[in-house]
Structures are given as structure tokens and as C-alpha cells.
């Protein structure tokens, strides 16, 4: 899972990762997961020939769930470019809907709703990310997670390599692994 990273983008990470507590002190928490959920997308390769978005020309981020963020995600990522695409925000209402995501947001969702997102996307190459924690074992590949008074996130290895997403190996050093892949031993 290789992708390429700049320098910049990982001092950012870095900058997130070590500094949260005073960052979470200063920055309303809302903000602060759109700021990770933006970093993420630099991290992460997306397949040209495996992306489901019909329409290269848009990055879409869709919300998913009873949340009061679909505002800050509109107003935060309009006029965003996210690998060289402009981003648009949607509520994914279909199966249909959901396959066009290059990225769900999942939050406030009940288990059975969490369920049959999952079993559309989970083996597709679209990031999903969750503000819950109870969601980090179950399939959600990105969780972003309060720990004592900062923000930090985990990642669902296994459920990550079924998503066929490539992945710098710089995120998964700065984050908390959940189902790690069992690695052969010589």
C-alpha cells in the first residue's frame, strides 16, 4: 500500500497527530474532523480503473447518518479540490448513490443502517471514515476517535485491504490498527 506523498502533507499529519491536544483546545472538534477527513484523501491512492465515481471531473464525499455535519462538510469542502477534482458533497439515498462516493462519511447511524452501507461499499474502493468509535471493528476503514482529550484515529487494516485503496504507509505508522493482517513469518 505505497502512495505518493509530499513533504508538506506529512509535516501536516505529523503536525495534527503530535499537536492535537492544543489543537482540539483551539479548533471547535467539527472542524478539526473535517481538517483529518481532508488530510486523509493526501494519503490515500485511488485507482484510477477501480474508481465507481462515473464522473471523474468531481470528488464525491458522500454523509451518511442522522449528523448535524452535512453543513460544515458542504461549506468546508466547497470550492476543494481533492485529487485534482473539484468536491462535491451529497446524501447518498441508493445503492446507486453510494457506488458514485469516493468517500462516505458515517455518523450517528445504527447498526443495521452501518450494516447495509457496508455490505455495498465494503469491498469497493471508497474510503469510509466514521466519527464513531463503536464503528472501528466494523468494516469502517477510517475512524476517527476522542482519546482522553484529542482527537487521534484508528484504521481497519484488514478492511482496508479488501477496499483495493492504496494507502501511504505514513498513515498507518500515525494511527491505531484495528484487525491487523496477519503477516506470514519466514
Known amino acids: 500500500m505505497k502512495s505518493k506523498i509530499n513533504f508538506s502533507d506529512l509535516l501536516f499529519l505529523l503536525f495534527i497527530v503530535t499537536n492535537a491536544i492544543s489543537l482540539y483546545s483551539q479548533v471547535d472538534e467539527q472542524k ?15 485507482n ?30 466547497s470550492n476543494r479540490l481533492i485529487k ?20 462516505l462519511f458515517i455518523s450517528e447511524v445504527s447498526d443495521d443502517k452501518l450494516h ?33 482529550e484529542h482527537l487521534g484515529f484508528c484504521i481497519n487494516e484488514s478492511a482496508f485491504a479488501r477496499s483495493g485503496l492504496n494507502a501511504s504507509y505514513l498513515l498507518f505508522e500515525s494511527a491505531e490498527i484495528i484487525n491487523p493482517i496477519k503477516k506470514n513469518s519466514p
Open 32 to 46: 478539526l474532523k473535517l481538517v483529518f477527513i481532508e488530510r486523509f484523501t493526501q494519503f490515500i491512492d485511488w
Open 48 to 77: 484510477p480503473t477501480q474508481i465507481t465515481n462515473p464522473d471523474n471531473n468531481e470528488f464525491i464525499i458522500g454523509t451518511v447518518g442522522e449528523n448535524e455535519i452535512y453543513p460544515e462538510i458542504q461549506s468546508f469542502f
Open 84 to 103: 485534482e477534482r473539484k468536491a462535491k458533497v451529497i446524501i447518498p439515498r441508493t445503492e446507486e448513490d453510494y457506488l458514485r462516493c469516493d468517500l
Open 116 to 148: 447495509d452501507v457496508l455490505v455495498v461499499v465494503g469491498n469497493k474502493p471508497i474510503l469510509t471514515i466514521s466519527d464513531e468509535q463503536q464503528h472501528k471493528e466494523s468494516g469502517v476503514l477510517i475512524t476517527i476517535c476522542k482519546k482522553e
